[in-house]
């Protein structure tokens, strides 16, 4: 898989990471809610087709984030 840090301000405040097309971020809390992690997602996944993440349904900054980059709902699944 790839890993991306994210920076800001010089700092590394997160991740991407690819992971033969499933993606997922990580920002550090003091870091979340100023538009880093939205910024991030767009510039890696320009251009970039076929990619999913798997997101809780309760974590309504990420989904946002992530339909912010183009990210569609395809499929809800259970677990246990």
Known sequence: GILKIISYRDKQV?????????????????????????????????NKHNLTAEINPNNKSSIKIYEKAGFRLKYLIYGK
């Open 14 to 46: 997160g991740v991407i990471r690819d992971d033969d097309g499933e993606i997922t971020t990580a920002i550090l809390v003091k870091y979340q809610n100023k538009g880093i992690g939205t910024k991030a997602l767009n510039l890696y996944c320009n």
